[in-house]
């Protein structure tokens, strides 16, 4: 019978706290059971397992980055929307290293559940209406989607990993990647018709 006052919901929480605090691979089923005072196959009356509990996890931490996004580009477009975005992601990759770091893990398919598929699609809808805001045809959204992802989760990353600590101004460095990105989706480049082969040549 599961523990009262136990709850998946409370599981998912104490997980994501935990995370933040001592990082992902922190989190396992005895850390949690010591943390609720139960036994660690007691858990398990409340989530599948291990794999399932770090799919809540991911889940959770994609919903609010999500939501810190939307909130941040209400009635915002072009640069200003660039901007607002970028920030709310490293901000929240800064205060919560654990969380984003469950956001960012490959789930199996089996764990990948209707939450973290709803939670993923989010982020690409709110990428793509910057986009739009660009001008960047739908055709064309899918690389340039991939560029502003791959750039913000290095940039977070490798700040994180203190990468940058001996490097000069993170901050600076951070608003001038934000300007070649504003660039590039202002000028985003036609894309390369596929070459043709060459004639064949007679003798």
């Known amino acids: 019978m599961p523990r009262a006052g136990v709850t998946a919901e409370r599981l998912t929480r104490a997980a994501a706290d935990m995370a933040d605090r001592t990082g992902l691979d922190s989190v396992t089923a005895t850390a949690l059971a010591r943390h609720?005072?139960?036994t660690a196959a007691s858990l398990y009356s409340h989530v599948k397992g291990i794999d399932d509990l770090r799919a809540r996890l991911a889940a959770l931490a994609l919903?609010?980055?999500?939501?810190?996004v939307?909130?941040?580009l209400a009635g915002r477009a072009g640069k200003d929307?660039?901007?607002a975005f970028a920030n709310a992601y490293r901000d929240y990759a800064k205060a919560h290293p654990g969380r984003y770091a469950a956001a960012q893990i490959r789930l199996a398919p089996h764990t990948a559940t209707p939450d973290v598929v709803t939670?993923?699609?989010r982020?690409?809808?709110?990428t793509r209406a910057i986009l739009r805001g660009y001008g960047v045809p739908d055709d064309e959204?899918?690389?340039?989607?991939?560029?502003?992802?791959?750039?913000?989760?290095?940039?977070?990353t490798l700040e994180a990993a203190g990468g940058f600590a001996h490097t000069g101004d993170v901050d600076t460095s951070w608003s001038r990647v934000l300007d070649a990105l504003d660039t590039a989706l202002t000028?985003?480049?036609?894309?390369t018709p596929p070459s043709r082969p060459d004639p064949p040549t007679t003798p």
């Open 36 to 38: 609720f005072g139960v």
């Open 81 to 83: 929307a660039l901007t």
């Open 119 to 121: 939670a993923g699609r």
């Open 141 to 156: 959204q899918t690389p340039a989607v991939r560029l502003l992802a791959s750039t913000f989760h290095g940039y977070v």
């Open 187 to 191: 000028h985003w480049p036609a894309p």
């Open 70 to 72: 939307a909130a941040a």
């Open 123 to 126: 982020h690409t809808e709110l």
């Open 63 to 68: 919903d609010e980055l999500a939501d810190r």
